[in-house]
Structure formats: structure tokens, C-alpha cells
């Protein structure tokens, strides 16, 4: 049985094939338009997982789109009656994107499918999910357990922006859910709105920000924004919101209340945004701990799966797991809407069509590392690169690994694509830049030179699993890069007194341990634990690394620069190792060093996509 999911319209469209209950391929559609985020119908991730499993729209049994349209459309024409007479120009606008292309989705997909193929039944095989069934799917069906709790935060689905579940064998029952318009997601992307970052995108950057300030304004965000119950349920005060009626997220209230209009994009970073970006973590932090230890309570479950946008707050989750109110927790790699396409195909294998879900050993998620995406064969690559006016030596694995791990020790910057793309927002060592975690320098030079981003971004490290526990404050496995942990103490670097007292971003040249460029300012990570069984390359590359240096961390970022998604194609590697200073590139068999290629393919690369 073929069952493809489908996200598409509002943000990370995306595709996911699953046979028999088995994940074949998923993939973003912004891999392959090279738009960041990119809303519309996935019809590129659409035709390659139909080729990833050599069928056609012909063999497929279901078709899922993630979520329920008529239902958010009920939620925005309430929310616009409610608030009326606010938000008329708002509404207006809606009304006419929604008359247009959403209102009538069921249509639209049926048209947008017939460029894969026609087929009579086409209406009779199309499914639709509910948004937080669809993630809460997404997190339990892949997860390593039989039974578990599920919770899933994000902005708003169709109503729901928080829901509680329990999963058991192939079922889920919805517990509980909080509503629109109270929602953790969007408080948090009100602070980034505010902070000058962008909604649905710059969330990371501010939870990256946040170890830099001190959380003064966390009492004003309790007092004024959001009303906490002891079991984690919240009310927000929409008196200081404008994300119901208007076009922006705060309004004038919320200003006054911190101080000052929203930062612009191309304004400076102060110590005030420090602040709140701390402030509203921790506000954050408290609530999901509070829902968190709740649902332990009450469901007497011991282990824990997340999913929705929120979900990708790994400092959040390494607290949810470090607080023991369950023994275990999984996090969905996709957590966003992309993984909704995955979630509405097992939704409807599992629930819809009842089939039952085979058992699991407690330890092995069914993601495969989240390598789902398209890879391409040595002849492939070796051509693609031929017509790109390339240089590049043929070089079989051992060689390959030798050369990658020369070039970290001797500070440079090497880019690797190897084996199937990652589904989700994270580089896991298939479509990643790497390098030496141990040089002072690295964290600047990679940010400025390579991913032309803000310098306060940290980078995270890829582990061997075998040696997490000996570099970080974790035992537990963290494929996805979803957990973050501190940096063991005997690992760390005591502070001088001078050091002690820089504030801000000028904490960042401080060497704070014997691997500065993955460690943050609070001597935090943003881990990737690296199995042999899921990416035996990537680990045997970092266990020659720690062979060489005594080491088993490497620093792995995104091949990616500011603004432009992560790359899917050997076309696209070759652009951004020649638009950026990485200085080597590992591709299949292939290794490209920068000083033999031909300089006049070098481009400018650092306005090639929009500032995220």
C-alpha cells in the first residue's frame, strides 16, 4: 500500500511517500526550487519520491493533504468576527487569497496532481488530515515506542496550537488541546517580529541569542502576556497582539510595554534584545516543563514524543529531558509543517485504513537518520561535475576520509555531500559544512566567510554516540540535533576575571573550552549523537578525526549559505563551495579543492538569496 503525504500552501511544502507503513522518501520543496521555505505545491518533492519508488501517481493508494482547510477557514472568519470591527483591511485580504486558492483546496490539489498523471479516482483516493493529528502522527508513529505520550506545539493548525495525546500500538487518542488564538508558537514568533528577526524562519536565531542576555523582562512577560495554570495551560492577553486582525504581530501596547518599536532587520543587535530573547525563552521553558511533568502525571506514560514548530526548541527539550518527568523522550527531525506530510500519510495508513503498527525494540526510530531525500549515483556526480568545468580527483572511501580529516586539522573549511539528503531542517552530515571544533577561531570565520550570517549564530557539533557522555552533559541518544547539553566540566576552560565581566556579544572570543567553536557562551552544545548504523561514512570520518586528535567532535553546519536552503544537487554544492571560502569538497568519490579550480567560475555568492 502507497500512501503520499502532501504540506503545501502555508509554509515548507513538502512530500512524503510511505509503503505498507514503511518511510520511502520525503523531501522539501524548497531543496529543489531554491526558494527558502518555500509555500506551494511540492510538485518537484512529489515527482522525486514517486521516482524514489519507481511508481506512479497510478499506484498510489491514498493521497493526504496535512491538514483540514474549511476548518481554518471557519477559525479565521470567528477570529474576524470577534474582533470586529478590527482588522477590515486584514480581513479583506485574507478573504480574497483564501476565495481564490484556499477556500476550494480540494479542487486546486486535484489540479495540481493531474500534472503527475490522470487517473478517473483521483477525487475518491484523497485524504485529509487535521494539522495536529497530522504532527502528532509524525512524532509517534517513527518513534522508537509502543506507547508514549505526544505533545505538539506550533503556531495554529486549524484551531488547535497546542494538543495532548497518547499513542498506543497504532492508535492515537487526542487528549486535550488549547486553541487559537492562545499559542506558545505564536508568542514566540511575536518576539521574534519584535526582536527584528522573521516569523517562521529567525525562531532559531533568537533562541541562539538568548545566552547572551539576562532575563529581566521574563516577570513582564508572566504579568502582562500570558496567564500560566500549574499544569502548563496558558491564556494569552491579546491586548498587546495584532496577529488576529492586522498584518504585524505586536502592537503599539506591546511597544509600550518593552520600550520601543520593533528592531529593523538591518538595525544593531543591543543588549536590550539580549534581554527579551532570553526573557521569553525562559518564559518558554517554564510553560513546557509545566505541561511536560502534567502529562507524565496524568497519563502515567514514560516516554515522551514532540513535534510542531516548537518542537525544534532544542534548549527547551534538553530541559524537558533533563527534568526526568519522562524517562524518554523523541523529537520528529521535520517538526514543522514539512513533517505534516509525513504525519497525514501515517495518519491514514495507521488510523484511516486501521492497519496495525509493527513493534518496536524501545531503541530504533523508524526515520532512517532522516536520510530520505535524493542521492545520486558516482556517475552522475562525476557528470554533472564535468559540465560544471570542475576539477576534481576520483578517490576511493579511505582516500576520501584521509583527505576530509587532513583538511580539518590543517583549520579548513570542508564541505561534504554524501549519500541521501536529510528531511527536515538540520545538515546531518549528508549535506553539511564541516570542521575543526577545537580552533578559537572557527565560530567567526565560519559565520563571516562562509555563511555570510550573523556572527552571535553558534555552531553545533556532531559526536560519536560512543563518546557523547565523555564531552557533554547527555547519555542519551540525539540523532536529529533536537537536544542541547553543556559541555562536561573537566572539558571546560575557567574563565579569567576579565572574561568574566564582558557582557553581550563580546563574550563570544572568549575560549571557553577545549572545543570553542561548538561551545556557546553558556557552555551549551546543540548535539548531534552520530550511529554508525544510520551514516557509517560520517562516522568513520569523525572517528578518524578523533584517531588524529584524541577529538570525536566535529563542527557540522548547514552547506548552505544565509537565505538559501540546503543543498539538494551536486549543482548546487559546486555553486556554494565556489561562492563561499570553503576550501575543499567532498562529493561522492569526488574531492574538489578550491585552488585548482578554474577562478573564473568563483561568483559573488553573498546576495544570492534573500537574508532569512
Known amino acids: 500500500m502507497f500512501i503520499l503525504g502532501i504540506s503545501a500552501y502555508y509554509h515548507d511544502s513538502a512530500c512524503a511517500l510511505i509503503k505498507d507503513g514503511d518511510i520511502i522518501a520525503a523531501a522539501q520543496e524548497e531543496r529543489f526550487t531554491r526558494k527558502k521555505h518555500d509555500p506551494r505545491f511540492p510538485h518537484h518533492a512529489l515527482e522525486y519520491c514517486l521516482c524514489e519508488a519507481g511508481i506512479t501517481v497510478a499506484d498510489l493508494d491514498h493521497i493526504v493533504f496535512y491538514d483540514k482547510p474549511f476548518l481554518k477557514f471557519e477559525r479565521l472568519l470567528e477570529t474576524y468576527v470577534a474582533f470586529a470591527p478590527r482588522g477590515l483591511k486584514s480581513f479583506s485580504t485574507s478573504m480574497l487569497l483564501w476565495l481564490k486558492d484556499k477556500l476550494f483546496l480540494k479542487s486546486a490539489l486535484l489540479r495540481e496532481l493531474s500534472f503527475h498523471g490522470v487517473r478517473d479516482d483521483m477525487a475518491r483516493v484523497m485524504l485529509f488530515s487535521e494539522h495536529h493529528l497530522s504532527h502528532a502522527a509524525s512524532a509517534f508513529y517513527p518513534s522508537p515506542y509502543n506507547d508514549a505520550a505526544i505533545l505538539t506545539m506550533d503556531g495554529v493548525g486549524e484551531w488547535a496550537t497546542t494538543s495532548v495525546a497518547v499513542g498506543r500500538g497504532k492508535d492515537i487518542e487526542v487528549l486535550k488541546e488549547i486553541h487559537f488564538p492562545h499559542s506558545l508558537g505564536l508568542l514566540y514568533s511575536a518576539f521574534t517580529y519584535y526582536t527584528g528577526f522573521k516569523v517562521n524562519s529567525g525562531e532559531y536565531k533568537l533562541m541562539g541569542l538568548a545566552p547572551y542576555g539576562l532575563p529581566r523582562y521574563a516577570g513582564t512577560i508572566r504579568e502582562h502576556l500570558i496567564d500560566v495554570k500549574p499544569d502548563g495551560s496558558f491564556r494569552l492577553n491579546m491586548d498587546y497582539f495584532d496577529y488576529c486582525t492586522g498584518f504585524t504581530m505586536t502592537n503599539d501596547k506591546f511597544n509600550g510595554l ?21 526573557s521569553i525563552q525562559a518564559v518558554t521553558e517554564e510553560v513546557i516543563l509545566r505541561m511536560t511533568r502534567n502529562i507524565a502525571s496524568e497519563t502515567g506514560q514514560k516516554n515522551l514524543c514532540l513535534a510542531g514548530g516548537v518542537a525544534l526548541n532544542c534548549v527547551a527539550n534538553g530541559k524537558v529531558l533533563r527534568d526526568g518527568a ?21 495518519a491514514a495508513y495507521h488510523l484511516h485504513c486501521g492497519n496495525e503498527r509493527k513493534p518496536s525494540d ?55 555531500f554524501h549519500g541521501r539528503m536529510e528531511f527536515g531542517p538540520r545538515a546531518l552530515g549528508a549535506r553539511s559544512i564541516l570542521a575543526d571544533p577545537r580552533s578559537a577561531a572557527m565560530q567567526s570565520l565560519l559565520n563571516l566567510k562562509v555563511k555570510f550570517r550573523e556572527s552571535f549564530r553558534p555552531f553545533a557539533p556532531s559526536v560519536l554516540r560512543e563518546d557523547v557522555a565523555d564531552w557533554f552533559e547527555l547519555s542519551a541518544d540525539s540523532p536529529y540535533m533536537l537536544l542541547c547539553a553543556d559541555v562536561v566540566t573537566d572539558k571546560r576552560r575557567i574563565m579569567t576575571d576579565e572574561e568574566q565581566k564582558l557582557f553581550g556579544i563580546d563574550k563570544l ?30 562516522h568513520a570520518l569523525i572517528s578518524l578525526f578523533k584517531e588524529r586528535t584524541g577529538c570525536p567532535v566535529v563542527v557540522n553546519t548547514s552547506f548552505n549559505v544565509r537565505g538559501e536552503p540546503i543543498v539538494c544537487t551536486p549543482e548546487d554544492a559546486f555553486r556554494c563551495f565556489m561562492g563561499t571560502d570553503i576550501e575543499s569538497l567532498a562529493i561522492g568519490n569526488c574531492y574538489l579543492e578550491k585552488s585548482r579550480q578554474n577562478p573564473d567560475l568563483m561568483k559573488d555568492y553573498r546576495n544570492s538569496f534573500e537574508p532569512d
Request: net charge negative; glycine share 10%.
Open 258 to 278: 518593552f520600550g520601543g518599536a520593533p528592531r529593523k532587520a538591518d538595525e544593531p543587535i543591543s543588549a536590550r534584545h539580549m534581554d527579551l530573547a532570553v
Open 326 to 346: 519522562f524517562e524518554n523522550i523523541w523529537i520528529q527531525p521535520a517538526s514543522g509543517d514539512a513533517g505534516g506530510a509525513l504525519g497525514a500519510a501515517l
Open 362 to 416: 524501545g531503541k530504533s526510530d523508524r526515520m532512517k537518520g532522516a536520510y530520505l531525500g535524493p542521492v545520486f549515483s558516482q556517475h552522475e556526480i562525476e557528470d554533472r561535475l564535468r559540465t560544471l568545468g570542475a576539477v576534481y580527483a576520483i578517490v576511493d572511501t579511505d582516500v576520501m576520509l584521509r583527505k576530509c580529516v587532513d583538511d580539518l586539522i590543517a583549520g579548513k573549511a570542508v564541505g561534504l
Open 509 to 538: 572570543n572568549s575560549v571557553r573550552s577545549e572545543i570553542p567553536a561548538v561551545t556557546h557562551v553558556d557552555y551549551s552544545a546543540r548535539i548531534q549523537t552520530v550511529h554508525k548504523e544510520t551514516n557509517g561514512f560520517y
